[in-house]
């Protein structure tokens, strides 16, 4: 007998350990900005170098584990991303650190799809799948509440090596666990990997986002960000030609015809795409604004961390009974709502009184729209291809974190460099400018050392930030509008049971579970 409770424990463990090791580096990136020399772009490619390879590997990655085994999937994965993140606690570098990221990037795309498989193989009723994606859907939450808490005590007393190293122990216990707790389950009859699919699939994701994140060093009108833009909307019609013409395509792609498929896998891309560009600009400005240290900043995230987790267990409550169209909209406008109240803040604003306010908002609207979301995606597909639509699921996510993190950034990181160049006009000479616009590290520290030029920086940094913030809301809000049109009405039957997997016992090892 499956001990579905502790099954469930170790995949949200599992999923727990990811979201730690993503916000544990977001709290070190003002760190890393002075101690590795890092500007605007090299902070955006160690968070997107992990986000890149995630969301352009999860697909493959969901069907091999659905094809060799979800256990051992997950064992692996958890193993490699341990390795990975030791080596990064070894390394001096920006570009040493970039090139780890991407390698923790293509462990956690085993890791995570794997996670939501298992829970769709081991709940097979609705109510308790609902719940069990709930509480996976909090452990998101957890993570950003103990990364930057857990992030700040390590760097108020060590160096940035060893947020990596705190990831190491976490890894190996859930290996420990899921070596104990997790039955094996496979589907045997999944096909072999799309080659040209994934290999299409990756270059237009690679040079979309190389695009956004270079463009505002080579601006957004130039020849090589308009070409970059134009090859990586051609790519993606190849994509979708090569998988609507092989006979075991990555993707189906005519799933995405399917309301409750398209439209939640666009709310879910929408919510990470906010919540990844929101992490990314607000611990820069707690630290270099504000003048929180690492741990003062941790300890602001927990509003938003808390926010999401409780929602997430609503909105898994709530959507069977009121349809998800109804618990996934108002999330959305409560998170368009929440950026354009941040777009507004100054340098001075009181965090008591507005940003927790601002933060428990758009946590909130996160936590409606993913969990009911994700299992409105989980419902279109069998139990037994689970590890597909599991990972459809995750590529959504980290597609909207990879370009949120990408598009955010670089809208900041061109409105910011334009104003601080014409802020600090003949007070520093033209190359000092110049390196205060491609690094807020570098500019935050020469306005400690040079009296007067503070208040020019921080004004520069938040015209950069409340632009990037209104553009997220107003996104936040189309959204809304397109899930209130697009996403089922129909509330379900919670008892109703779903289609059992249909692989049996057999001699290579699987069984059913129950």
């Not at 080659?195 to 601006?219: D, K, N, Q």
């Amino acid at each position: 007998m499956v001990r579905k409770p502790l099954v469930l424990l170790t995949v949200c463990l599992a999923a727990l350990t990811i979201n730690l090791s993503t916000m544990i580096v977001n709290i070190a990136l003002p760190t890393l900005a002075e101690d590795l020399d890092a500007g605007t772009r090299s902070l955006l490619w160690i968070v997107d170098g992990y986000n890149l390879a995630f969301a352009a590997l999860v697909l493959a990655m969901g069907s091999l584990s659905d094809r060799f085994g979800r256990r051992p999937a997950l064992i692996v994965g958890l193993a490699g991303f341990a390795l990975s993140n030791a080596a990064a606690a070894l390394v001096d570098s920006s570009g040493a650190l970039i090139a780890l990221r991407v390698a923790m990037g293509v462990f956690a795309a085993l890791i995570f799809p794997t996670t939501l498989s298992i829970i769709a193989n081991t709940f097979t009723g609705r109510r308790e799948r609902a719940s069990a994606l709930g509480l996976w859907g909090a452990s998101v939450g957890v993570g950003v509440a103990l990364g930057p808490v857990g992030g700040g005590v390590l760097l108020s007393h060590f160096s940035w090596h060893s947020v990596f190293w705190a990831v190491v122990p976490v890894a190996l216990v859930t290996i420990a666990m899921a070596v104990v707790f997790v039955p094996e389950s496979r589907d045997t009859t999944v096909p072999r990997i799309d080659r040209p699919g994934f290999a299409i699939s990756v270059a237009a994701l690679g040079i979309l986002t190389w695009t956004i994140i270079e463009a505002p060093a080579h601006g957004w009108g130039s020849p090589e960000t308009i070409v970059g833009f134009v090859v990586a909307a051609l790519l993606v019609a190849a994509f979708v030609r090569v998988e609507r013409a092989v006979e075991h395509p990555m993707i189906d792609v005519t799933l995405f015809l399917d309301r409750r498929f398209s439209a939640a896998c666009a709310a879910v891309t929408i919510a990470f795409f906010a919540l990844f560009g929101f992490v990314f600009l607000i611990t820069q400005f707690f630290q270099f604004v504000r003048d929180y240290s690492a741990l003062e900043t941790g300890v602001r995230f927990l509003p938003v961390a808390l926010s999401i987790a409780t929602a997430s267990i609503v909105g898994g409550m709530l959507a069977p009974r009121l349809g998800t169209r109804a618990v996934v909209t108002p999330g959305l406008v409560m998170m368009g709502a929440s950026f354009l109240w941040i777009s507004t803040i100054g340098a001075d604003v009181p965090f008591a009184t507005v940003v927790v306010p601002q933060m428990i908002l758009l946590g909130g609207g996160i936590g409606l729209v993913s969990t009911p979301a994700t299992e409105s995606i989980m419902q279109v597909l069998p139990p037994a291809r689970a590890g597909v639509g599991s990972a459809v699921n995750d590529a959504t996510r980290e597609l909207g974190g990879t370009l949120g993190v990408a598009v955010v950034g670089s809208l900041f990181s061109f409105q910011y460099g334009e104003r601080v160049v014409s802020l600090l006009g003949g007070a520093v000479d033209a190359p000092t400018a110049d390196r205060a616009a491609d690094s807020v590290g570098f500019a935050h520290a020469l306005a400690q050392r040079v009296p007067g030029l503070e208040s020019a920086v921080d004004t520069a940094f938040l015209d950069g930030f409340g632009q990037a913030c209104l553009i997220v809301g107003v996104l936040c809000l189309v959204g809304a509008v397109v899930a209130a049109l697009s996403l089922p009405a129909d509330r379900y039957d919670p008892l109703a049971p779903v289609e059992p997997e249909l692989a049996a016992a057999g001699p290579d090892g699987d069984r059913p579970i129950r």
